[in-house]
């Protein structure tokens, strides 16, 4: 039976499995890295202990506050299709489902099939009734009264073109940025390099941009980062590290490498897995503007707390995260700023069809 307190209870157990336990079923984390070749123990684990430190008992109390949550389960069929991009990258749309009382129907993606399966498994331990609500499929599905997909620019595009006449969050390709003042300390430099390696820069909130002032000294960031090395040695990143240098080299590109990293002045944002793009600017406002042009492909802009561009960019609507924190959203850090569970918990209750 669904009560929203019985489940708010059973998510503080939850975290508390995320945190203490969940790293000790190492069958079901060498399935997830067979099925999946970014997936890593390392990475796998960076996730799972991110969740269950967003599931403290006052982390889930700020979270929910907000809310009014049904006195009974709905008739509303909602389906989730969740990205494999990173382990349990979708988790956060099967818990606002859930939570919400509608019938969760969750379509994961062939990368990451196994995690979310586990968990919501371990949930259902703690709250039977998450057992009854949660479906999987592993086909097509169809009835849906309401859509949350996340993918890349083409199945988003197909996502709209299918469930474009329900109610619907449709999330496309995003990427996030930094901006360094020149005062960052070594500290915060080797947490910036958090925000740019794990999970091998393949998250929206991985930083894939670096703004500069013009005569800082990348050296300064190369000296902090030499920790992360050992992504050479990952066949699927070395792979993508040697075809783009070997391009860019034959096109006379002007490159910094340190043997893992390539680094290229360019005005794009989203740079290719093992390369980073840099921009220099000259002053505060001018990179203001061009940031807030590009509010609509940016996940989250990290810097220091005390650089002079973050008041107004968050004035402006853009995200903004302290260095190191983008791979550690809080629970009501919601993605593309979109409030996914005030849109659940708004949907109409009446069935209707895909």
């Not at 669904?2 to 060498?30: C, I, M, P």
């Not at 070997?246 to 093992?274: M, Q, T, Y």
Request: charged share 20%; aromatic share 10%.
């Amino acid at each position: 039976m669904y009560d929203s307190n019985t489940l708010l209870s059973s998510l503080v157990q939850l975290g508390q499995w995320f945190r203490d336990e969940a790293h000790l079923d190492e069958k079901v984390q060498r399935t997830a890295l067979a099925q999946n070749g970014w997936f890593t123990e390392a990475s796998v684990q960076r996730s799972l202990q991110s969740h269950g430190r967003a599931l403290s008992e006052r982390g889930i109390e700020i979270w929910t506050k907000p809310y009014d949550f049904p006195q009974t389960q709905t008739n509303v069929d909602v389906g989730l299709i969740l990205a494999g991009n990173l382990p349990l990258v979708g988790w956060h749309d099967v818990m606002c489902a859930v939570l919400s009382g509608h019938k969760v129907h969750v379509k994961t993606s062939q990368d990451d099939a196994v995690l979310p399966r586990w968990v919501v498994a371990k949930w259902a331990e703690f709250d039977p009734y998450v057992g009854e609500a949660v479906v999987f499929h592993d086909g097509l599905m169809q009835n849906m009264d309401a859509v949350i997909a996340t993918g890349g620019a083409n199945a988003s595009r197909y996502f709209q073109a299918y469930f474009g006449k329900l109610p619907h969050v449709i999330r496309g390709p995003r990427t996030s940025v930094a901006v360094l003042d020149g005062l960052e300390t070594d500290v915060q430099l080797d947490e910036l390099g958090e925000d740019i390696f794990a999970h091998f820069g393949m998250g929206c909130r991985s930083v894939t941009k670096v703004w500069l002032p013009k005569e800082f000294d990348l050296d300064r960031c190369f000296a902090q980062w030499v920790r992360w090395g050992h992504l050479a040695q990952h066949s699927k990143y070395a792979n993508n590290y040697d075809y783009h240098k070997a391009v860019w080299l034959l096109n006379k590109e002007d490159v910094i490498e340190n043997g893992f990293l390539l680094v290229k002045e360019d005005d794009k944002l989203v740079s290719p897995i093992g390369t980073l793009y840099i921009e220099r600017y000259e002053d505060a406002p001018t990179l203001q503007s061009k940031l807030v042009a590009r509010a609509g492909d940016i996940q989250v802009v990290t810097m220091r707390n005390e650089n002079v561009c973050r008041a107004p960019l968050e004035a402006a609507g853009l995200r903004v995260a302290s260095f190191g924190d983008n791979q550690c959203p809080a629970l009501h850090d919601y993605a593309d700023g979109i409030d996914t569970m005030s849109f659940l918990l708004t949907l109409p209750q009446m069935p209707g069809e895909a």
